[in-house]
C-alpha cells in the first residue's frame, strides 16, 4: 500500500506527457503532505476498507464509498469513472450502471481506473486463489465493466499475492487469467510479452494505449519483473510518462509487495500523507 502511494504521487508531475522526464522526477512533491490523495491511493484505502469491513468485494459498498468520495474529494477521477458516479448517483445499480457506461462506447471503454486500485484484493487474499479472483474481478466491475479491466486487476492482485510468498508474479497472474471461462487474449498477450520488453518497448507514451488498462497492467508486472532495487524501477516507470501516476501506483504495488516497506526511500515516505493510516490499513487486511 504505501508502495502504491509512494508511485501514484511521484508519478503526478509527469501524468501525460508524452516525452520521457527531463528532468526526471526523484522525489514526492513536499505540496503532497497538504493535498487530498489523488484518486489511485483514495480509491485503494477505500477498497481496503470495505474488504476489511465486509470480507469480500461487495459492489454496493463499493459504490456508496466511491461516491462518497467523489463528493468529498475527486481529484484525479477519470471520466468512465465519473460517468459511472452519475447513473449511481441517479440510483442504478452499480454493475447496471458500469455496463451503461460501457456499453454506450460500443464496449470499448477499458480505462485504467480499476486497475490502480486493484492490490488490496492481493493482500487480504493472498492465501486463496479463488475469493481472490472473485474480489478482484468484482472490485473492478464496479466502474469498469470491460473483461479487459476486471482480468487486469486480477493479474495485478494475484501478482501482489504472489510476491507476498516470493513467488512470481507473472506466473500467477498468467495462471489467474488463464483460468478465467473467457481469458482475455490482449491481457494474456500483454502478460506474455513481458519477459522480451525493455522499458522502452512498453506502450507508455503511445496516445492510444494511454490509460488503457493493459497498459498499466503490463508496466506494473513489468516492472515486478525486473531485479533492479525499488527506487530505480520505480522512477524509470514514472519518468517514462503516459499516464504515470496510474502506471506508478501500479509499479508500486507491486514493488511494494516484493521488496517491502524498508525498500521505499525515507524521504518519499517523509512526504506521504496518512503514511500511519495507509499502513495500518494493510495490516488490517492481513488480520481480515
Given at each position: 500500500?504505501?508502495?502504491?502511494?509512494?508511485?501514484?504521487?511521484?508519478?503526478?508531475?509527469?501524468?501525460?506527457?508524452?516525452?520521457?522526464?527531463?528532468?526526471?522526477?526523484t522525489?514526492?512533491d513536499?505540496?503532497?503532505?497538504?493535498?487530498?490523495?489523488?484518486?489511485?491511493?483514495?480509491?485503494?484505502v477505500?477498497?481496503?476498507?470495505?474488504?476489511?469491513?465486509?470480507?469480500r468485494?461487495?459492489?454496493?459498498?463499493?459504490?456508496?464509498?466511491?461516491?462518497?468520495?467523489?463528493?468529498?474529494?475527486?481529484?484525479?477521477?477519470?471520466?468512465?469513472t465519473?460517468?459511472?458516479?452519475r447513473?449511481?448517483?441517479?440510483?442504478?445499480?452499480?454493475?447496471?450502471?458500469?455496463?451503461?457506461?460501457?456499453?454506450?462506447?460500443?464496449?470499448?471503454?477499458?480505462?485504467?481506473?480499476?486497475?490502480?486500485?486493484?492490490?488490496?484484493?492481493?493482500?487480504?487474499?493472498?492465501?486463496?486463489?479463488?475469493?481472490l479472483?472473485?474480489?478482484?474481478?468484482?472490485?473492478?466491475?464496479?466502474?469498469?465493466?470491460?473483461?479487459?479491466?476486471?482480468?487486469?486487476?486480477?493479474?495485478?492482485?494475484?501478482?501482489?499475492?504472489?510476491?507476498?510468498?516470493?513467488?512470481?508474479?507473472?506466473?500467477a497472474?498468467?495462471?489467474?487469467?488463464?483460468?478465467?471461462?473467457?481469458?482475455?487474449?490482449?491481457?494474456?498477450?500483454?502478460?506474455?510479452a513481458?519477459?522480451?520488453l525493455?522499458?522502452g518497448?512498453?506502450?507508455?507514451?503511445?496516445?492510444?494505449?494511454i490509460?488503457?488498462t493493459?497498459t498499466?497492467?503490463?508496466?506494473g508486472?513489468?516492472?515486478?519483473?525486473?531485479?533492479?532495487?525499488?527506487?530505480?524501477?520505480?522512477?524509470?516507470?514514472?519518468?517514462?510518462?503516459?499516464?504515470?501516476?496510474?502506471?506508478?501506483?501500479?509499479?508500486?504495488?507491486?514493488?511494494?509487495?516484493?521488496?517491502?516497506?524498508e525498500?521505499?526511500?525515507?524521504?518519499?515516505?517523509?512526504?506521504?500523507?496518512?503514511?500511519?493510516?495507509?499502513?495500518?490499513?494493510?495490516?488490517?487486511?492481513?488480520?481480515?
Amino acid at each position: 500500500m504505501l508502495g502504491l502511494a509512494a508511485g501514484n504521487m511521484l508519478g503526478l508531475p509527469n501524468e501525460f506527457k508524452l516525452k520521457r522526464a527531463d528532468p526526471p522526477v526523484t522525489d514526492i512533491d513536499p505540496a503532497e503532505l497538504r493535498a487530498p490523495w489523488d484518486d489511485d491511493l483514495a480509491q485503494a484505502v477505500e477498497l481496503a476498507r470495505s474488504l476489511v469491513t465486509l470480507h469480500r468485494a461487495d459492489p454496493r459498498d463499493l459504490a456508496n464509498r466511491f461516491l462518497n468520495w467523489a463528493r468529498t474529494n475527486g481529484r484525479g477521477m477519470g471520466s468512465q469513472t465519473r460517468k459511472v458516479l452519475r447513473l449511481l448517483d441517479k440510483g442504478f445499480s452499480p454493475l447496471d450502471a458500469s455496463r451503461q457506461v460501457w456499453e454506450a462506447s460500443n464496449c470499448q471503454a477499458a480505462g485504467n481506473g480499476a486497475v490502480m486500485r486493484c492490490a488490496p484484493a492481493g493482500i487480504a487474499f493472498h492465501d486463496d486463489p479463488a475469493a481472490l479472483a472473485r474480489a478482484a474481478i468484482d472490485s473492478a466491475a464496479v466502474t469498469h465493466f470491460d473483461p479487459r479491466c476486471t482480468q487486469s486487476a486480477l493479474a495485478v492482485a494475484a501478482g501482489v499475492a504472489a510476491l507476498l510468498h516470493e513467488g512470481p508474479p507473472l506466473d500467477a497472474a498468467l495462471a489467474a487469467v488463464r483460468a478465467q471461462p473467457k481469458p482475455e487474449p490482449d491481457v494474456v498477450r500483454a502478460l506474455e510479452a513481458i519477459p522480451r520488453l525493455r522499458i522502452g518497448d512498453l506502450p507508455i507514451r503511445e496516445k492510444e494505449a494511454i490509460g488503457f488498462t493493459v497498459t498499466a497492467m503490463q508496466a506494473g508486472l513489468w516492472a515486478a519483473h525486473q531485479e533492479g532495487p525499488l527506487e530505480s524501477v520505480l522512477l524509470d516507470i514514472v519518468n517514462e510518462c503516459g499516464d504515470a501516476d496510474t502506471n506508478g501506483a501500479v509499479a508500486g504495488a507491486l514493488l511494494g509487495a516484493k521488496s517491502g516497506e524498508e525498500a521505499i526511500p525515507e524521504r518519499w515516505l517523509a512526504r506521504m500523507r496518512g503514511r500511519i493510516e495507509i499502513g495500518k490499513v494493510a495490516e488490517d487486511l492481513l488480520r481480515r
